[in-house]
Structures are given as structure tokens and as C-alpha cells.
């Protein structure tokens, strides 16, 4: 639909929904608009582009008022004129002469300027005293700051929805500046860059001085899983130098975290591993390509079969896990192949197997948005998933949804939540299972639902008759009020429908498949499922950790989700040149640890992981990983995998190669090569096809052709010809449609926004599989033992903090493990905040400094597992696994805290040395 309205006496013609300020700049008519940034919504500030509308009293902002059929508007009368050049002379004023010196925009001013014949400002430019630099990254400098207030928005409702910077003062006192004008590094500020991005003077600008861009390459995040579209900028010397967001990627729509942002200098850094490395005599040697391929071939032939297993990267591309899960099953003829996810979410994908049939998220980003309620369950979202967090922000205080929040901690959106529950760690079976009770006894449930599309409903009304509120009370001490008022909220939102999101605080439990499965029952129970605005969504970790499974990098199914069935085995037996592949179920990486253990397992290729620090019970990993015959680790540093390998190959980084990733909302976008390979390293992908390649002619097997890939996009294309989900998907539909979501089977269909609009792919119903609360946890605190020791991620780390521990700007931001304790077990425990401590549980040690927090429960404990200062929680961390997922149990572990004074431990008063 268009409208048809006059400027300045012309008909002009626009769409639908424009603003005033939309249909002059449709005309061609020039305005000043030094306020307006078109990735955010309109505010009005500046004041310039003011315009008179007839039948409209006063001089509106152009920018922030709709336009409407009919509309006569007028840009230039005399009266405009006088308040534009008033307007314009006041701002010039404000930054002296530095117009030439701000970003490309902020010529914009130059341009009003010279439009109105004003070469200098009549007024006396105030004195602004202050430079904010308490922020390692960048600087605010109020003497080049408008008033625009582009930045206040960015931070505020307008965008990120943190809040760290608004207006301050009034009239001539006016400033940007932080709640109690406090320094920026003091306030809530993620330092995520967005006031940055948007500011068009340069009065926020970033530490380093960048050197000049000669090209832009547009690609995909290498952190988490929500898969932000980002435009890496590169200089003459083919280094990486600065990162926008990318306003046109549906998952991110222009926004970034500090990672996504300002964590790419890692890429350049001087640790990458740049040639081959074979260890002779004891030591690490480089080596050529030639001689490194030979030995690592001729070596892998003796371990083809059981004895051999592979751990996939959820860093890497699709292209490099198919390639791979290829290689393990047609040359090594192994299913021991396995990826991150058996650390994260394996629980989500297993349940959700079983009662659906397909192991991801049902719903979009967009659904977060327009849900009525939002419930997000053992995640700390604005930490982990930063933008996904602020979508959620968005559909609290844009549209009204309610949220609540389920966590024994009490994270950031807890202050955005209508209801927190804070249940005991482990107790979620419970919990979860009482709220199912109120909705079908306070007849909440979605009979409709329940009767057409599920089953099993009788069997597990049954189990989850007893779990009455006070029952569920006693157990996770939440009380029954709340946790009725949760149930109702869900069940019967205000609008729209509900989402439920969940994180590693729902799964890394011995019971973490049951929890999966409690929240799937909540779901089916109040048939929140298969429409917009509802969905299940368990949050990815990893930027490919969905992608990865999609590729089959799992040991119990191939591409797709496709289980190891005789009829799936016989499909890629065909496709490969009817070889004869493996047909028993492979071993999970946990497993596979204790088979190097016991010697089943003796040789090991490791890509894009560092299972010596991702891994619980760190002692007993390095004991197992060292008894292999032959460890190859194909990665771009030497970490402590590394550091105990066979072979070292460099592999490239995300900005190095060409390929795909997935997020966690299935969408499949496109990684772009930015930059040429550092040093001698070479993609996954073609390294893998070359070992491939040798041992199939060493040992005859006349398979060379199916490691013959001269650009990713053959892999892909190979991938969707055999993964029905993906069938429809190729490059040149991505490059112009952007991200596709799978499924999406045939090249005319747009992919899919929500699944299970009308089926299952398990069948034509899901599933109810009931769970009773078993014990909170495989350890509890003793005497010797008295605290819970909780583990997770830091918003300026990832995962273990390989890769963020050589990017300077988050390392400026988080550079030491901190212990979150509450103040009353630290006063208890003679800990001051800022003390160094101990930690030490049944299998190891580990040292942090004290931080002082309500945000954790007397008698817990919370530490990020990221690697600072040579300490790892993973060395304290519980192996005990979930039976059906074989995940491990890192979110409960007995520990004690001492204070250290000089590295030795103070015990009611004395000094003491202890045993390291």
C-alpha cells in the first residue's frame, strides 16, 4: 500500500508507514538530520529536521512523525529557517572545530552548516571538562558530544535495552553520562559497542586507532550460537581491524555483544600454530605439509575400527563436520564420533528425540518477541547469549510480556522478571512437575492439544499427580504461591503465546534429561508448541554447536538427524561408492575417555576442541588422554590438548575460510573468507580431505573422488543432497536470501520459521515421558566438603577462554577468575571481598579472587570455567553423568574455600601450607 502527500507544494508518493522524514527524503528535498540513525527508531532530538504541517500546531520532528495520506508538508518557511540555523549554530558550538574530525556521518553537520551559510558558530562554545576512559575499549568525550542522543538510545529501549548511559542534567547542564554519573567501567555498561557504533561525531571512540580499511568482507560470529551477522573491515596488511554489526542479518538485526564486536584479535595473534608439528625426541617440531600428512596417514591405518575415535568442532563450519563425520565412517570405519554438545545439550536433543523427533529448537528469535510470556530456565542469557537477551528485554518492555525466570542464581534478567523462581540446584524434576499439576488441576491445559497431537498423557498424569505445591515446595524451597502464579502465567499468557528457553542449568545434571523432558511436558501439556509466539528453545552454546549435529558429528546418526537404521546405513553406502560402513553405535565423548582409559580407544584426532579443559575431573582426562597410542589435534593454538599431541596440524580460523554455520534457530547463514590463512595453516575441511585422500590410496580403496572438494560449496551441496532437512538450501540461495531455516526440503520453499505446526517428525504425535525428582545431585556437601560449587559462562569469556585469552579487549575487560560468594559464607569462612581463596573438592584444586554477591544463595558458589591464571574449574567438577545423555554433572560439585595470604591457606587464624 502506498499514501500520496505534498512537500513543499510537489506530490509524492511513498510507502505505507514512512515517516514524514521518509517521504522528503523520497522527494529529494534536503533536510538536516543529524540525530537519525536508520538502524534505530526515531527520537526526534536534534531538532533540525523540524517541518510545518498544515492543521498541525507548532514545528514537529520530521523523523519521528508518521506521515498519512494526504499530508501537506512544508520544509522551508522563513520560521523554519531561523530555528534550523539556531539549532545548527548551538551544536557547532558544542564541538568547536572538530566537525572534519569525527565518522563519515558526522559530515552531515558540515553539510547543514554550509547549507545554511553558517561558517561559524556566534556562540561562546561551553567548557565540557570530561573524558570518561575508565572503559579499557573506548573513550566518551564529552567536548565532541551533540547531544544527539543516538548513543542513550542505542543503550537504552531503543536497541540493547541495558541502560548503562542516558541523558544526565538539564538545559545547559545537559550530558551524556551513566546512572549517578558514575565512571563508565562502574555501571551496568557490557561495553557491547552499540553507543559506539551509533555516535556520529567520534565522541565515543575506541582506544586503538585502527589503521585504514581497504575492504569490508560480510560474514557470521564465531562466539555463541545466536549466529550475529558482523562486516569485518581489513587493512592493507590483511589483518582484521575493526568488526560492525550487519544491520541486514535477521538473527542479530544490527546488534553485537563485546565478543561479537571487539573479540577478533585472536585471529592474528602471535600463538597461532602456523606449520605442521611432529613431536620427535620428546618435543613438538615443525615440519612440512608433505612430511606431516605422510606420518599422520601412515600412523592413522594402524587404528582404523574401534580403536580409533574423533571429536568434532562446533567452531568449525557445516562443510568441515561432514567432511569429517565422512572420514571417521568411509576411511576409519568408526562411529566414535562426537562433538561439544555432550557437554551442553545433549539432554535438550535426546528428549526431544524421543518426543519428537527432532533435536532442535522449534521456534525463531522473532517468536522471543512476540510471545505473550517468556520463560527462561537455568540460563544466564545476558551473559552467554547476549543478543537473544536483549530480543527477550525487548518483548518485556516493548510490548508487555511477562517473564519469568527460573534460576538458583539471581542473574541480570531477574530484574526484568514478573516472577523468579529460585529453586535448590537439581531440583527442577520437582518443580517443573508441579507447575504441570496446577495447570491441569486449575484446568489450564490445552485439551485439544493434549487429545489430537500427544500421547502418553495418562501415564504421566499419573506420576506427576503427587507433586503438590507444598510437596514441590519442601523439595526446591520455592514457595507454592510462586509456583503456582509461574504455572498460570504460562499456560494462559496476556497475549500471544509462551516461550520456554532453556540453558546448561536445566542439562548439566545427572537428571538433565528428565529436566529436558519437564519442560517439554509443560509445553505439550499447555499446547505451547507449533504457533507464532510459542516454542521451545533451548539456547546453543557454541557459534556451530547446532550445525554440528545437523552434519552428523554425533555417533548414533548420520547428516540430518538420520538414525543408524539399516536403511540409512544402506543410503550413504550408496551415495559413497557403496562401501561397507560401520553399523553399531558409536561411543559419546565421555565414554570415549574411559575406553582410552581402559585401552579400548588408542588413537585419537582431535579438531577445534580442547577436551583438556572442557572436560570434568581434569586429572583423570590427562591420565586417559595420555595413554592413546596417537593423538593428532588439528586447531589453531597449542593448548593443553596440544601441548600432550603426536602431530599438531594449523588449522584456520572462521575468518580465514569459506563455509556455513548454523544457529540455534536453525538458520544456516554463510562464513566468507576475510582474510588469506596465517602462516602455513589450511582450512579443516581441505586437510581433512587430504588425509582422506592418502589413505585411501595407501590402503587401495579407490576412494580418493570422495575427498576431491575444491571449494566448500561441494560439501554443501553434497550434505543437502543427503540431509532431507536441508534439501533446498545452496549458496546461491543464501547469498540472496541471507540465513535459511531448515527444514527447508525444496529450493522454492522459504524455510521455516516454527516447526510442528501440524506433525511430528516422530510420527503424527509427541510425546509425554514422565520423570519423578530423583536426588538433587550425585555429591552433596559433607563436613570436609560444605558448599555447592556452580560453573558457567562469563559474558567477556567463552567456554574454556582459549580463544578470548588472546583477544586483548576482553581480556582488558575480564583478566582473572572471580569467585562468586555470598557474604554470609565468606563471613563465616574469614573471607574478605577481594581475598584470594582456594577451592578444592574430591578431585582437584583450583585458585580465585572473592567477589562478594547476592547473586548466589548462601552455601553455593559460582565460578566461570573459562582458564585464567593457569587455574580451571574442570579440575573440580564432578564426572558423574546422566544415564541417557552420558552428560556430565558440572553444575554441582562439593567444594571448600580457604583464604590464601601468600599462597598459603589461613585456617582459623593460622597460616598453614597445603599439599599442591
Known amino acids: 500500500m502506498s499514501i500520496t502527500l505534498s512537500i513543499n507544494a510537489n506530490q509524492i508518493e511513498a510507502p505505507e508507514g514512512s515517516s514524514v522524514l521518509d517521504v522528503v527524503n523520497i522527494s529529494g528535498t534536503y533536510i538536516s538530520q543529524l540525530c537519525k540513525d536508520p538502524d534505530m527508531k526515531a527520537i526526534g532530538a536534534c531538532r533540525t529536521c523540524l517541518v510545518q504541517i498544515e492543521g498541525v500546531r507548532g514545528y514537529p520532528a520530521s523523523c519521528s512523525t508518521p506521515a498519512s495520506d494526504g499530508m501537506k508538508i512544508w520544509t522551508d518557511t522563513p520560521e523554519l529557517d531561523s530555528i534550523r540555523r539556531g539549532v545548527v549554530e548551538l551544536t557547532l558550538s558544542m564541538v568547536g572545530e572538530n566537525v572534519q574530525d569525527g565518522p563519515s556521518d558526522f559530515q552531515e553537520l558540515s553539510v547543514a552548516a554550509n547549507h545554511y ?63 549517578m554519573d558514575k565512571p563508565l567501567l562502574e ?24 589503521a585504514q580499511e581497504i575492504r569490508t568482507v560480510t560474514t557470521t560470529c564465531p562466539y555463541c550460537g545466536v549466529g550475529c551477522g558482523i562486516k569485518a573491515k581489513v587493512d ?68 582404523r575400527g574401534d580403536t580409533f575415535g574423533t571429536l568434532a568442532s562446533a567452531k568449525a563450519t557445516n562443510e568441515d563436520g561432514y567432511i569429517q563425520q565422512k572420514f571417521a565412517r568411509l576411511i576409519m570405519q568408526s562411529n566414535h564420533i562426537d562433538h561439544c554438545t555432550r557437554l551442553c545439550h545433549a539432554p535438550s536433543v535426546e528428549a526431544m528425540l524421543t518426543a ?156 538433565g534429561t528428565a529436566n529436558a523432558h519437564g519442560l517439554l511436558n509443560l509445553a505439550f501439556v499447555s499446547g505451547q508448541l507449533g504457533k507464532p509466539g510459542s516454542g521451545i528453545s533451548p539456547l546453543r552454546g557454541q557459534n556451530n554447536v547446532q550445525g554440528c549435529g545437523d552434519a552428523g558429528c554425533v555417533p548414533n546418526s548420520f547428516p540430518g538427524y538420520q538414525v543408524l537404521s539399516d536403511d540409512t546405513i544402506s543410503k550413504f553406502e550408496n551415495a559413497w561408492s557403496n562401501q561397507p560402513l560401520p553399523k553399531e553405535h558409536g561411543l559419546v565423548i565421555t565414554d570415549m575417555v574411559t575406553a582410552m582409559d581402559d585401552g579400548r580407544i588408542k588413537s585419537m584426532y582431535v579438531i577445534g576442541e580442547n577436551p583438556l579443559l572442557s572436560e570434568p575431573d581434569l586429572t583423570h582426562a590427562e591420565a586417559a588422554f595420555k595413554k592413546l597410542d596417537f593423538l593428532v589435534v588439528q586447531d589453531i593454538f597449542l593448548h593443553e590438548t596440544a601441548q600432550i599431541a603426536d602431530v599438531v596440524l594449523p588449522a584456520t580460523t572462521f575468518a580465514e575460510k569459506d563455509g556455513t554455520f548454523t544457529n540455534s534457530e536453525r538458520r544456516v547463514q554463510r562464513v566468507r573468507k576475510v582474510i588469506e590463512p596465517v602462516g602455513d595453516s589450511r582450512p579443516d575441511w581441505g586437510i581433512i580431505g587430504e588425509l582422506g585422500r592418502r589413505i585411501s590410496d595407501k590402503l587401495g580403496l579407490e576412494l580418493e573422488h570422495e575427498f576431491d ?50 506433525d511430528f517428525p516422530r510420527g503424527p504425535k509427541a510425546k509425554f515421558v514422565a520423570f519423578d525428582q530423583g536426588p538433587a545431585a550425585d555429591e552433596v556437601p559433607t563436613e570436609r566438603f560444605p558448599l555447592i560449587l556452580n560453573t558457567g559462562r562469563i559474558l567477556y569469556h567463552w567456554h ?13 575487560r575480564s583478566p582473572e577468575l572471580e569467585l562468586a560468594i555470598n557474604a554470609e559464607d565468606a563471613q563465616k569462612y574469614g573471607i574478605d571481598d577481594g581475598d584470594w581463596v582456594r577451592i578444592r573438592s574430591r578431585r582437584g584444586d583450583m585458585e580465585a579472587r572473592a567477589l562478594f554477591s547476592d547473586k ?43 583464604k590464601l595470604v601468600n599462597g598459603e591457606v589461613v585456617s582459623d587464624g593460622r597460616r598453614r601450607r597445603v599439599r599442591v
Not at 266 to 290: A, C, M, Q, Y
Not at 727 to 753: A, F, M, S, V
Request: with cysteine; hydrophobic share 35%.
Open 356 to 511: 519428537l523427533g527432532s533435536g532442535a529448537t522449534s521456534n525463531s528469535y522473532v517468536d522471543y518477541e512476540e510471545a505473550g510470556c517468556l520463560v527462561v530456565v537455568g540460563s544466564d542469557a545476558t551473559s552467554n547469549h547476549p543478543v537473544a537477551a536483549s530480543r527477550m528485554r525487548r518483548a518485556v518492555v516493548e510490548r508487555g510480556a511477562k517473564l519469568i525466570v527460573i534460576n538458583p542464581r539471581r542473574i541480570d534478567m531477574c530484574d526484568y522478571a514478573d516472577i523468579w523462581l529460585r529453586p535448590r540446584p537439581g531440583t527442577d524434576v520437582a518443580l517443573l512437575n508441579a507447575m504441570a499439576k496446577v495447570i491441569l488441576d486449575e484446568g489450564l491445559a490445552d485439551t485439544s492439544f493434549v487429545d489430537d497431537r500427544t500421547e502418553g498423557f495418562d501415564e504421566w498424569r499419573e506420576v506427576v499427580e503427587k507433586y503438590t505445591l507444598e510437596y514441590a515446595e519442601g523439595i526446591t524451597g520455592v514457595r507454592a504461591n510462586d509456583i503456582a502464579n509461574a504455572a498460570r502465567m504460562y499456560a494462559h499468557p496476556p497475549f500471544s503465546g509462551s516461550c520456554l528457553i532453556w540453558g546448561m542449568g536445566v542439562t548439566q545434571h545427572t537428571m
Open 709 to 758: 572438494y575444491s571449494h566448500p560449496s561441494e560439501i554443501f551441496d553434497e550434505l543437502s543432497g543427503l540431509t532431507p532437512i536441508m534439501g533446498g538450501i545452496t549458496y546461491d540461495r543464501l547469498e540472496q536470501e541471507g540465513g535459511i531455516q531448515w527444514p527447508c526440503p525444496t529450493p522454492d520453499h522459504p524455510g521455516t520459521r516454527y516447526l510442528y505446526e501440524s
Open 117 to 179: 551559510n553558517i561558517d561559524k558558530s556566534r556562540w561562546q562554545p561551553r567548557e565540557r571538562e570530561t573524558v570518561d576512559d575508565s572503559n579499557p575499549v573506548f573513550n566518551i568525550a564529552m567536548d565532541s558530544c551533540i547531544l544527539c542522543g543516538r548513543c542513550a538510545q542505542a543503550c537504552q529501549d531503543g536497541h540493547q535495552f541495558i541502560g548503562a548511559i542516558d541523558f544526565l542534567g538539564a538545559g545547559q547542564s545537559s550530558r551524556i553520562g551513566t546512572f
Open 800 to 812: 574454556g577462554g582459549t580463544i578470548t585469552r588472546r583477544a586483548s579487549n576482553l581480556m582488558a
Open 187 to 210: 555501571s551496568v555498561c557490557t561495553t557491547c559497542g552499540s553507543c559506539l557504533a551509533s555516535c556520529p561525531t567520534g565522541a565515543i571512540d575506541v582506544k586503538f586507532a585502527p
Open 856 to 898: 548466589q544463595a548462601p552455601g553455593e558458589l559460582f565460578v566461570p570455567f573459562a582458564k585464567l591464571q593457569e587455574h580451571a574449574a574442570n579440575y573440580l567438577t564432578n564426572p558423574a553423568l546422566d544415564p541417557t545423555s552420558r552428560i556430565p554433572e558440572y553444575k554441582v560439585c562439593a567444594v571448600r574455600v580457604d
Open 236 to 303: 592493507a596488511n590483511d589483518q582484521i581491524i575493526e568488526i560492525e554489526d550487519d544491520p541486514d542479518n535477521l538473527s542479530s538485526v544490527g546488534m553485537l555483544c563485546v565478543k561479537g564486536r571487539f573479540g577478533f584479535s585472536f585471529v592474528n595473534h602471535e600463538d597461532r600454530i602456523k606449520s605442521p608439528l611432529i613431536r620427535k625426541d620428546g618435543e613438538l617440531t615443525p615440519v612440512s605439509w608433505e612430511e606431516a600428512m605422510e606420518y599422520v596417514a601412515d600412523n592413522l591405518i594402524k587404528y
